[in-house]
């Protein structure tokens, strides 16, 4: 009874705590954006902006083509659904079980999302949507790799397989080499896997390079709104990770959270767009760095 | 030269010279309201001569309108073919893609707009078949863009064929908002045609207006004063240089490297505030006129552009020192995109796009009009033909650009003269003429002939845009399609020049 009541707390808690980055998560994007405008002379748009963006297409209506099966109105929604589940195994910082979590779980339970999306841009048949479903598919091939690589450093030094042991075992100023070479790799791949310059570019309108953006094109109204805010939330996760498990400062998570989102924006303002080809070669460097740090260890 | 029409492919043979002197424009004129028949002239660059060369092949009655086509000959007549098969309803034997150019599906058939006979406000309504260039094959696919497109630019079609991310083959449907500018300006007077001229285009609004105002004054005994002269060089160099800048930044726009569009946005703003302060709106447009121009630059205006223009030097050099620092940046553009000499060559392509690929074509030296010869600068040449060397083209020639508004401002400085534009009297009538400028993005050729009123009989226009276009489409092949923007962009080819 003592255990079931346990899991019950932890699951509220979990649950809480994925809301909880659900509300924050536009926020963070819009920080990005504002740093990114802040590089560029703009004055740029309120960090706020998303939240409204968000309103503003959930109050419109969705089109949908006849020709798309079921899939495109399902894929938007596992895609969602997918990234808050993987939000509720992040570490709690309400407190909770330590065991909660497995990193694998999580890694390919984000992948399930990534994998309906995929499926679904090719849905409408549109040449765009194909391009991007492709681009995606052939970028996730290399970064599911490097995150793994990632993983699997960080399971060496911490010796535990869940995302809260991690975290609870992780001591925050891991200055030895494997550290920080973990550390670099996985904010290269973490730009990979959120569609951030220098692979993909999330504020363009030139419909031929894009990639992430390229999948959303046949979407619209609440499905448009649900597929950002679960890219948006997928980008808190990644800077909280990154925070919690690999950068080797010692501050309060919250203040690291802020300075790597802030970090995004001035790599992502620092950099151009590589050739599509050259991103293989990128990960493929993410990937040795890692493979040196696992070896370090 | 006047030939027959079935001689003018031998005829353009020999004036083209093995093509030396290449292809400059080509057009018909409906001659019948004055006695005539139609007619089709070539233009070809005389560089030796600084002239061009006037080819006409005369029909004498309005049929049979056959000729044998240049383009197996000239790959450059392509496109003049396909507009004159169109506007005229010349039939050009033996060229290799007569689909309609100008004229899309919703025009009917044997409608031929540039004829006397059709009214300047004639509703049509047709439908016809528009063919885009397709492939088929194993794993091929096709990839339509536009015309809409998700950027505020104007609209074209591109149609891709695709193996996988490479391009294959890409076939640009254009002409979407054509103005009908040639049709709206026969009857107007000179002058009050001048109100068109300028607005053909934004970005190359000074070169227009120069080129038909030297068309214009080329049919009067009267000199232009050597003041007007200097502002207008001063006109021209600072749209160069406000589109040079402009563009530079704008092709990192294609690779999404935001510090260096921010800064190019920001000096075109200065320039253009410039702009403003010569002649009262940001395109210099109501500045030159025929036998002139209307405004004086004053000893303060002049401090206040050597002043910004000083400014926009420095942040140049930054901006440029940024991209060439960038590894990844110049990873990019080279070897992206490029146009062969030979290509430049066959499509007689003009201005930055031709420069880049080696040939060192600029009308202000080879045609010299007005009075560059006056000025100390050089014609800025590359020879890998990539977007690299377009970029590069570009920041050389803003470069010489300085050099050459300083040189005009000195001499303004010292010239007293009051008088700023002429009256160029009775117009000689029935009579070619032709102006020529260079405009950013290559030279402007306007051709005129007035009727015996002294109205606008023909006028012609052809901008830079027109003949580079088609090595946009050339340029493209073996890359692959993401990096299609940024070769869109290195070009900076314009839609409202062809949409005249």
């Known amino acids: ?72 109105k399902m894929a938007p929604c596992v895609y969602f659904v997918t990234t808050l589940v993987a939000a509720c195994m992040l570490p709690n910082f309400f407190g909770g079980r330590a065991d909660f979590g497995d990193v694998f779980v999580f890694v390919y339970i984000m992948a399930l999302g990534r994998f309906f999306m995929a499926v679904s841009s090719m849905d409408a048949a549109t040449a765009f949507g194909g391009m991007g479903g492709s681009r995606e598919v052939y970028i996730a091939a290399f970064v599911e790799p490097v995150i793994m690589l990632a993983v699997l450093s960080n399971v060496l030094h911490t010796g535990s397989t869940s995302l809260s042991g991690m975290a609870l075992r992780f001591d925050t100023v891991n200055l030895t080499v494997a550290g920080v070479l973990t550390c670099i790799a996985f904010f290269l791949a973490m730009l990979a896997e959120n569609s951030r310059i220098p692979v993909d570019n999330p504020d363009t309108h030139l419909e031929l390079t894009m990639i992430h953006e390229c999948m959303t094109l046949e979407y619209s109204g609440r499905l448009l709104a649900l597929i950002h805010w679960a890219s948006q939330l997928k980008l808190l996760m990644f800077l909280l990770l990154f925070s919690m498990l690999y950068l080797p400062l010692n501050l309060p998570v919250v203040l690291k959270v802020l300075l790597s989102a802030v970090a995004v924006g001035v790599v992502e303002t620092l950099n151009n767009k590589m050739r599509l080809f050259k991103v293989r070669v990128y990960l493929a460097a993410a990937g040795l760095m890692l493979l040196l740090a696992v070896v370090a260890q | 030269m006047l030939v027959k029409p079935e001689n003018l492919r031998g005829a353009a043979n020999i004036c083209s010279d093995g093509g030396r002197r290449p292809l400059a424009a080509m057009f018909g004129a409906d001659e019948t309201q004055r006695g005539g028949g139609l007619a089709i002239y070539c233009l070809f660059y005389n560089a030796q001569k600084r002239d061009l060369d006037v080819l006409k092949a005369d029909y004498p009655s309005a049929r049979p309108r056959n000729y044998p086509s240049l383009t197996p000959l000239l790959p450059a007549a392509a496109w003049y073919e396909r507009e004159l098969h169109d506007m005229f309803g010349f039939i050009p034997e033996g060229h290799p893609d007569l689909r ?57 079609h591109f149609r891709f064929s695709q193996a996988g991310e490479a391009m294959l083959q890409l076939d640009a449907k254009l002409f979407f908002t054509h103005r009908g500018l040639e049709k709206a300006l026969e009857g107007k007077t000179p002058l009050e045609a001048m109100t068109i001229i300028e607005r053909i285009c934004g970005a190359c609004s000074v070169a227009n207006t120069l080129s038909f105002c030297q068309a214009v004054e080329k049919l009067s005994e009267a000199k232009v004063p050597y003041r007007a002269w200097l502002i207008r060089t001063l006109a021209l160099e600072m749209e160069r240089l406000y589109n040079h800048v402009g563009d530079t930044g704008n092709i990192c726009a294609g690779v999404g490297f935001s510090p260096v569009i921010s800064m190019g946005a920001r000096m075109k703003e200065y320039l253009q505030q410039l702009n403003e302060l010569i002649a009262g709106n940001r395109f210099l447009r109501g500045l030159i006129i025929p036998g002139g121009v209307t405004m004086d630059v004053e000893e303060k205006q002049l401090e206040e552009i050597l002043n910004v223009l000083k400014e926009v030097e420095g942040v140049y050099a930054d901006m440029v020192h940024i991209m060439w620092e960038q590894a990844n940046f110049v990873n990019r553009i080279r070897t992206t995109g490029i146009v062969r000499e030979s290509t430049a060559f066959d499509l007689a392509m003009v201005g930055v796009g031709a420069r880049a690929s080696g040939m060192a074509r600029d009308s202000r030296k080879d045609m010299g009009f007005g009075i560059y010869d006056e000025f100390d600068f050089d014609v800025v040449t590359e020879t890998t033909g990539d977007v690299e060397a377009r970029i590069k083209v570009r920041v050389g020639e803003v470069r010489e650009s300085l050099k050459i508004v300083r040189q005009v401002i000195s001499k303004l400085r010292r010239n007293a003269e009051v008088e700023l534009a002429v009256d160029l009297g009775q117009l000689r009538t029935l009579e070619g003429s032709w102006g020529i400028s260079e405009s950013p993005r290559g030279d402007n050729i306007h051709w005129l002939m007035l009727d015996a009123e002294g109205r606008i009989d023909r006028s012609f226009i052809r901008s830079a845009s027109y003949p580079n276009w088609p090595a946009l489409t050339v340029a493209v092949q073996g890359d692959i399609i993401p990096d299609f923007p940024l070769i869109n962009k290195s070009f900076e080819l314009c839609y409202a020049c062809i949409d005249r």
């Open chain 1, 1 to 72: 009874m003592m255990s079931f009541q346990n899991d019950l707390q932890s699951l509220v808690l979990c649950l809480a705590q994925a809301l909880l980055l659900l509300l924050l998560a536009p926020m963070i994007t819009g920080i990005v954006k504002k740093v990114k405008a802040l590089l560029q002379n703009r004055i740029g748009s309120s960090i706020f902006q998303e939240y409204y963006d968000i309103k503003k297409w959930w109050g419109k209506p969705t089109m949908v083509t006849p020709y798309t099966s079921a899939l495109f």
């Open chain 2, 100 to 156: 309609p150019l100008v004229l899309h599906e919703s025009f009917p058939e044997g409608f031929h707009p540039l004829r006397k006979e059709v009214a300047v406000d004639c509703q049509c309504h047709g439908h016809r078949e528009y063919e885009m260039m397709t492939s088929s094959g194993e794993g091929l696919f096709e990839v339509p863009v536009g015309p809409i497109h998700a950027g505020i630019i104007e609209p074209g």
